[in-house]
């Protein structure tokens, strides 16, 4: 990704806790602080959709559930795209919330459609292939 130098003036207390999150998570200022712009402009883009650090880094999720978009987002595919099937699929969520993750995914599409390929990825023999110690074989040699 292309970046562009400017220089900008930041309160000292910002500062301050943006140096925490770097030392915190091993990374450069300028690494968090465009981590935290990028999130930042996204939640004003999209409300009603937060961030959180997940396994694998910090991904989008629905506010106030533990779910992430991409997950909702491959289940309105796979339901041809049917906000109805969507609704019924994840019944416990208002409207409100399944359209936020679908407007976060109309604006940020290439991110989601990059997790929604992961997952599909994430097949029983490519698994057992990178993570042996999980196969059915070393666990039935254990005592």
């Not at 900008?8 to 981590?35: C, D, L, P, W, Y």
């Not at 609704?87 to 604006?107: D, F, N, P, V």
């Not at 990059?114 to 666990?139: A, C, M, T, W």
Request: net charge positive; proline share 2%.
């Amino acid at each position: 990704m292309s970046t562009v130098q400017k220089t900008i003036r930041i309160q000292e207390r910002t500062v301050k806790e943006i140096e925490q999150i770097a030392r915190e998570s091993g990374k450069e200022f300028s690494s968090i602080t465009n981590e935290l712009l990028n999130e930042a402009v996204r939640l004003r883009r999209c409300p009603g959709i937060i961030f959180t650090e997940g396994t694998t880094g910090r991904r989008a999720r629905i506010a106030g559930t533990g779910i992430e978009v991409w997950e909702v987002i491959a289940t309105f595919k796979s339901v041809g795209e049917d906000f109805k099937r969507l609704h019924r699929a994840y019944h416990w969520l208002t409207e409100h919330q399944l359209r936020s993750a679908i407007g976060y995914y109309k604006a940020y599409s290439e991110d989601i459609d990059h997790l929604i390929k992961q997952n599909e990825e994430l097949r029983k023999d490519r698994v057992d292939e990178k993570y042996p110690f999980l196969s059915r074989g070393v666990i039935e040699i254990l005592p």
